[in-house]
């Protein structure tokens, strides 16, 4: 069983680029869960999402940043117009559902950085 | 609070000693902590987790310890190992929630 799956794992972009990060969950898991994490810091909470749902940014900042999970297709988290403040390690991780069933499992992280 | 406070940030350890790890919490309503382990270029990776209606965890050399008057629960790690070299963190959660609540880090090095 494959586990959660990120892509690119290392992404350059100049400043006013745009980042997209994706992110295939494990294969059962219909929850989705975007985290980012600064050097030497914990995992900070962004969004978390259900198929075509968007159940809770309030994490994510409000400009710049957007996520989506499709019917059809990986979760994307979009970043417009990067600055060298969003330059982190964003991981996502997927969950078979919540409370009791809602273990996060983690995928390797997109390394982000903006020149 | 919504807080997770772990210490120590670093902790050196020699092979076969034990390791420990601290974190505490403000916020009752927590009901589920987890502990991950890190290593460099790698996503976190669930360890053990322990629910408050226990003191205590044992999962191989892991071991959670869990003292819910204190609001405090710790992660042992006996017979420690170089390949246990990795950073670890806590994280609470409400179990009706979603949001893992993150403790900062601990980076852990075990020297032969």
């Known amino acids: 069983n494959a586990g959660v799956m990120q892509n690119p794992r290392h992404l350059v972009r100049r400043r006013g680029q745009e980042a997209r990060l994706r992110c295939s969950p494990m294969?059962?898991?219909?929850?989705v869960y975007w985290y980012r994490q600064l050097p030497e810091e914990g995992l900070k909470f962004m969004v978390y999402l259900q198929k075509e749902n968007i159940i809770d940014e309030s994490g994510m900042p409000k400009e710049r940043f957007s996520a989506e999970f499709p019917k059809e297709g990986p979760s994307i988290l979009r970043i417009q117009q990067v600055v060298r403040g969003d330059s982190a390690a964003y991981f996502c991780a997927s969950s078979p559902g919540v409370g009791y069933q809602g273990t996060q499992y983690f995928g390797p992280g997109t390394r982000l950085l903006v020149l | 609070q919504q807080q997770v406070k772990q210490s120590p940030q670093s902790l050196i350890v020699q092979k076969g000693g034990i390791s420990i790890i601290n974190c505490a919490y403000e916020n009752t309503a927590f009901d589920y902590f987890p502990w991950y382990q890190q290593f460099p270029g790698k996503g976190p990776a669930l360890l053990i987790a322990?629910?408050?209606d226990v003191s205590e965890k044992k999962e191989g050399r892991f071991t959670i310890s869990f003292n819910k008057s204190a609001k405090q629960f710790s992660l042992h790690i006996m017979d420690s190992q170089p390949g246990d070299s990795a950073t670890y963190f806590c994280?609470?959660?409400?179990?009706?929630?979603?949001?893992?609540?993150w403790g900062a880090g601990t980076k852990l090095i075990i020297k032969p």
């Open positions: 994280a609470a959660r409400i179990d009706s929630n979603y949001q893992l609540i």
């Open positions: 322990i629910r408050p």
């Open positions: 294969k059962g898991h219909s929850h």
